[in-house]
């Protein structure tokens, strides 16, 4: 009869109707409990798998808001990087045979405490980007990067130490064996070092974590970005897409690379 609904199509619009009210109330929830405006606090949308987020993924896209359980705010300049341990492999000759390595533990004073650092980070190694242009253009560009007042330069990933030591290694990346003054070698590189962020503990901490699970399988990962830290403080940023998102089609590579680095810190 005209003008009537159908049993499916009752049930059909209930379900939106419900699921537009759980938002609704989770808005005003976000907008009661928000300690600065725009900001999302992951404790109302609960995990990244949670049914309300799979409802609307592009709410963990908003800038400096939700993402993976424990992601901060994202970072921005003037921001302090956060306090972890990276869990890395050093070379130890006592240990004799084919694989001299022991672990170390690497703290973030030891890599950014009273030094100008560079960090870019990128979703994985050996992954085609990564590869072909991101790690070989900060290795090419190395000692221009370094004379610009840079004490170091780190290659981020989300990947353990061994994924990381073999990506070096079949990057062509000189392994440095012997000298010990910077806290990843030896072991590690002689110039761009190959940071392990395994546990993606200082990716979370940046506001930098993003999930590829739909798009690539990647699971937890970090999104894409390059960053200037002096004394533990981020001095520059540079953010592909301007914020990270989630389960992104495309992978953007405009403003992380070493030309755009190299550029900002001549005109400093």
Not at 168 to 194: H, I, M, T, W
Request: net charge positive.
């Amino acid at each position: 009869e005209q003008g009537c609904c159908t049993t499916s199509s009752f049930i059909a619009m209930s379900k939106i109707a419900r699921t537009a009210a759980l938002f609704s109330a989770g808005l005003m929830s976000c907008a009661a409990a928000s300690p600065a405006a725009g900001q999302v606090p992951r404790r109302m949308f609960g995990s990244a798998s949670s049914p309300l987020l799979k409802q609307f993924p592009r709410v963990l896209s908003l800038r400096g808001g939700a993402g993976p359980a424990g992601m901060a705010t994202m970072a921005a300049e003037g921001s302090t990087v956060p306090a972890v341990t990276f869990k890395c492999r050093v070379r130890d000759e006592k240990i004799g045979g084919d694989n001299p390595f022991t672990w170390k533990d690497v703290t973030t004073d030891h890599i950014f405490k009273g030094k100008r650092v560079v960090v870019f980070a990128l979703p994985g190694a050996f992954t085609p980007t990564c590869s072909s242009t991101h790690l070989p253009g900060y290795e090419k560009n190395y000692d221009a990067i370094k004379a610009c007042g840079v004490d170091e330069i780190y290659c981020l990933s989300v990947n353990d130490a061994f994924v990381m030591r073999s990506w070096g290694l079949a990057q062509g990346c000189e392994e440095e064996k012997s000298d010990a003054a910077n806290p990843l070698n030896p072991g590690n590189f002689k110039k761009v070092k190959l940071l392990p962020d395994g546990a993606c503990l200082f990716t979370r901490g940046m506001g930098m974590s993003c999930t590829w699970d739909s798009e690539r399988g990647f699971g937890e990962r970090s999104w894409r970005y390059s960053v200037v830290v002096n004394d533990g403080k981020v001095e520059k940023i540079f953010v592909e897409g301007g914020a990270v998102m989630q389960n992104h089609g495309p992978d953007p590579f405009e403003c992380s690379d070493a030309d755009t680095m190299l550029k900002y810190l001549k005109s400093k």
